[in-house]
């Protein structure tokens, strides 16, 4: 293993099984495993779970903890790698606002690199959005039509993935992490064989190596870690919506667009029969810049309707907490949280909601959160910005009468 | 701490029914309190669970367990709410004739359907004028060749229309008086066998309890249980073994208030600082916990005895009762008090607590009669005594 | 029909606590619990077998403690439990994790349905279940919420998306990645835990699997975790409490004059 216990060192003193986060290291005795001390009974073992996070290195008092990064050689030639390219998903021909978002960040980290940021577009028909790409920071645009591309299915846009990414080689390619970003993301990664970070919440990279510095959200949102693909190009990495800005349109930006076609014939196992929409999947909690959660404190389903009106003063959205859709006063499309949906909004009302953990790590990266509950101690009041200890049915009415006055 | 060694069975079992009652049980039970509604859903998981399979012996498709394993589940599910245990352990009840008395042919046809919960069982003997006083039922059973005919009404019966399964008493012969009763197996659905009033109770509300009404109501001469007249032996043995299971119920009921207690009184801040830090609060916690561990120590060592095929049981039994629910009723006042004006709200779980403890007391025998059981069997111990 | 349900052990994140002093993890008294979301693979993968016959195999990567989840899938109805442990997988990253399982699974022969979790809630990456079907070369149908037909040689799958779903038809071998909207897992029995007590959880080693060295653990994974820190803690927000239409007032005030609202 990478990772090590060096035995004359370690007295036992369990600090890096308090700071192991994946619970992966144990103490033993000392004369089960055969490494004898004159004064410590027992010595840290890290089992095959670890994934090598680090967290225990600096914790370790008698530094006995070692890690040994292997020699990994690369398997491509780094240097051809260049540039930096943005999947932009479409869906029925429109480009998803998280993709403009991407532009944004990626211009950033472009001209800090000086290179070209290129934006690619698979899709049927959708040609006339580049221009689009291009207004919001893009250099260049890959552009590739095909039928088979219409819809997402994930065999053909890998393989022509794929096909774009061996042609021309990008050194980072930064992807939405929506239900069709996260999926082809992955199946790419796997095939083209590099590393992937998922929802990364910050970006930086290196001027010099063009190194990306992929920062994210671990363990339920309670520990960050950035991550590195050292030896595999290009960089992948995935974000979720409104996590970045996008730059103000303008168009009178310069770009090119290159029409690509895919040398063989794209195949598909599996096959989109229809897009139902559905009602109660509308809300689209992760577009949303304000959202309105109700949660146990509703007590009933027709109270949800005060959750409607504040959401309808301040123009969000209705989202909800796992107890409310548990005892089916609201759908589970509106369910925010661990089990539900992960919302950033700029501003997140929580209605009588206690906010156990489990509900915080789906809406703690909000901008502003306020709370309302009668309960002082709740757990919300913790992360709020802003709270209201009182009767939601008394408060709520209040604050809609006087947004609306 | 394992004081009573547990068996790995034992734990496995005690630990499931912990994980439904959180799981399944603690979402809903305000509501199905609220509405005074069966918690038909919860009894399905309990059955696919095996559950109901633990007081059955193997070869009638339970799990081989006895009156201990019952006792373990019905505190767990009561620790979260008792009108769900209650449910469960009257099965058990309505199925103790048929396992201490039943025939062979009977035990075949009917334990394995209890065992695999598949249907649920009840017990019927309390009448208008009959409660305590079991000697003057009224609901007759005239022989007619090779069936009986069975004629008047039961009431305060647990899983009364939920159940399939009925162990009911009636007199076969009234000039015997409490040596003319016998016990006899009615199904759900046989003719002349309906229900009427649904109670609408203070407490375990989720709990159905329900009259039954018999009007020449026709059943076989193979449903009778043992034989004709032996009616008081099986209720009274019946309660010996299903009381410590109500003594359960009600350490369950204490164990679940005070849990909310301490977390509440943890909690909340008075004078800037945790209730839970003042010596008042404290030492009636003390005295709640105390009481519960005596309760079920009793309780436990009731169920053992049961279990252990040991002639005497009814002393024991009774007291696991008497001393559990008067615990019961104690510690969920306390729990109550503790939550002060809070505990009074239905918002809160403490005064439901309440509520369900108090039946505790006062059914399969009131704690007066358990008073009378206990003291008669103390005298007759002592006149048995040699003086020296 | 046989089905693979893939499932982790994971520390139960819920009951983690933030040292407000240190600003670390408290991670004491937290349980090993199998990954919420596979909960509900376990289930959908019984339930298909209830309906179609066959063998429902339980497959983990993970330290020899892991058995014990592996266990608890047995105890809700799974056929086996197979565990993927050897310490040259330690430091996998999601590639080389969707790697070693896969090979696990090409172990297993003929299998006909793959079923994960959408993710697991300690990494929350949602990368294992698309990789593993890429190395399968099969296809690969995230967050369904409803098998709606389903027999030997194909499916018919809803697939959660924003603002709906997509029907999608697919054939068999596939693997799919399932929503908590799928189904209500159910609970364990008794004799389901017996069952389970005395199982047999088949270990295998990377050599077991036939793994390219150059493929497992940290050599096998492109990603490195540079450092972990915790995430900066909110500021202590403002609390109003007395009068509802005064409580109101004073915190449209307050949003007004940061020009939040």
Known sequence: MPIKIISDKCSGCTKCVQACPFDVIEMKSREETGQPHPRFKKIAFINEGCNLCGACEPECPFDAIEI??????????????????????????????????????????????????????????????????????????????????????????????????????PETVLMGATTIGRAFASRLAARIVTGLTADCTELDVDSSSGLLHQTRPAF???????????????????????????IPSDGSRKGEIVEEKYPGKFTSLSRVVEFIKDETQQVNLADADIIVSGGRGMGKPENFNL??????????????????????????????????????????????????????????????????????????????????????????????????? | ????????????????????????????????????????????????????????????????????????????????????????????????????????????????????????????????????????????????????????????????????????????????????????????????????????????????????????????AENVIRKEGMGFIVAMKTFDSSRPGIGAQAVGTAQGALDEAVDYARQRIQFGQPISSFQ?????????????????????????AVD???????????????????????????????????????????EKFMRDAKITQIYEGTNQIQRDVIGLEVIKESTKKKIK | MNIVVCIKQVPDTTEVKINPETNTLIREGVESIINPFDTYA??????????????????????????????QAVALGADKGVLLTDRNFAGSDTWATAYTLARGIKKLKDVDLVICGKQAIDGDTAQVGPGIAEFMGIPCITYVRKIEEIDENKMRVHR????????????????????????????????????????????????????????IGQMGSPTWVDKIFAPPRREKGVIFKGEPAESAGKLIEALKEKKIV
Not at chain 1, 227 to 242: D, N
Not at chain 2, 282 to 295: F, L, N, V, Y
């Open chain 1, 68 to 169: 040994t990064k292997e020699e990994k050689k690369p398997r491509v030639a780094l240097d051809e790698y260049k540039n930096i390219w943005v999947f932009a998903e479409q869906k029925n021909g429109e480009i998803e606002e998280v993709g403009l978002e991407l532009l944004g960040k990626g211009r950033q980290l472009a001209d800090k690199r000086g290179c070209s940021l290129a934006a690619v577009l698979l899709g049927d028909g959708v040609k006339g959005k580049a221009g689009e790409l291009i207004s919001h920071g893009a250099d260049t645009v890959y552009v590739m039509e095909d039928g088979m591309l219409k819809d997402f299915l994930d065999e053909p846009y890998t393989a022509a993935m794929q096909y774009l990414i061996e042609k021309y080689k």
């Open chain 2, 308 to 350: 252990s095929g040991m002639k005497d049981v009814s002393k024991l039994s009774a007291m696991a009762k008497l001393f559990a629910s008067d615990v019961a009723m104690e510690v969920t006042t306390d729990a109550v008090q503790i939550f002060g004006g809070y505990g009074y709200m239905k918002e809160y779980p403490a």
């Open chain 1, 307 to 405: 959750i409607k009106d504040l959401a309808d003063a301040l123009g969000g959205a209705v989202g909800s907490s796992r107890a409310a859709v548990d005892a089916g006063w609201i759908p589970y499309s509106h369910q925010v949280g661990q089990t539900g949906r992960t919302v950033a909004p700029k501003i997140y009302v929580a209605v009588g909601i206690s906010g156990a953990i489990q509900h915080q790590v789906g809406m703690n990266s909000s901008d502003t959160i306020i709370a309302i509950n009668k309960d002082e101690n709740a757990p919300i009041f913790d992360i709020a910005s802003y709270g209201i200890v009182g009767d939601l049915f008394e408060v709520v009415p209040q604050l809609i009468k006087q947004l609306k006055d």
């Open chain 2, 1 to 220: 701490m394992n004081e009573w060694q547990l068996t790995e069975d034992q734990k496995m079992m005690r630990d499931l029914a912990r994980q439904i009652a959180q799981e399944k049980v603690k979402p809903v039970r305000a509501e199905l309190d609220e509405k005074g509604e069966f918690p038909a859903e919860i009894m399905k998981v309990l059955a696919e669970s095996d559950l109901f399979a633990v007081f059955v012996p193997e070869q009638y498709g339970g799990l081989g367990g006895g009156c201990f394993e019952l006792c373990l589940i019905t505190e767990e599910l009561s620790k979260v709410c008792p009108a769900v245990a209650v449910s469960y352990a009257a099965s058990a009840l309505g199925a103790y004739p048929i396992l201490l008395f039943g025939s062979e042919e009977q035990k075949k046809k009917y334990l394995p359907q209890i065992a695999s919960g598949e249907k649920l069982a009840a017990f019927g003997l309390t009448e208008p004028n009959a409660g305590s006083d079991a000697g003057a039922l009224q609901t007759t059973a005239e022989k007619d060749g090779d069936s009986y005919i069975l004629n008047g009404n039961k009431i305060f019966i647990t899983n009364g229309g939920v159940a399939e399964i009925y162990s009911i008493l009636a007199m076969t012969d009234k000039s015997k008086g409490a040596r003319g009763a016998s016990v006899f197996i009615v199904e759900k659905g046989t003719e002349g066998f309906d229900f009427g009033k649904k109670e609408d109770k203070l407490g375990i509300r989720a709990s159905v309890t329900r009259e039954l009404v018999f009007e020449n109501c026709r059943v076989p």
């Open chain 3, 42 to 71: 376990i289930e959908e993968g019984i339930r298909i077998k209830e309906k179609l016959n066959g063998e429902v195999t339980a497959l983990s990567m993970g330290p020899p403690q892991a058995e014990e989840s592996l266990r």
């Open chain 2, 280 to 304: 008042a609060v404290r030492h009636m916690i003390a005295d709640m916990a105390t009481k519960i561990e005596a309760a079920r120590s009793l309780v436990y060592k009731a169920a053992s």
């Open chain 3, 160 to 215: 959660m998306m924003e603002g709906g779903y997509h029907i999608i038809d697919v054939p068999l071998p596939a693997l799919i990645t399932v929503v908590k909207e799928i189904n209500e897992p159910r609970m364990p029995s008794l004799r389901g835990k017996m069952n389970a007590r005395k199982a047999e959880i088949e270990k295998w080693t990377a050599a077991d699997i036939a793994c390219e060295v150059n493929n």
């Open chain 1, 220 to 246: 339920g949102g309670n520990i960050m870690a950035t991550i590195f693909t050292e030896h595999h190009r290009p960089q992948m990495a995935t974000v979720r919506h409104k996590v970045f800005k996008p």
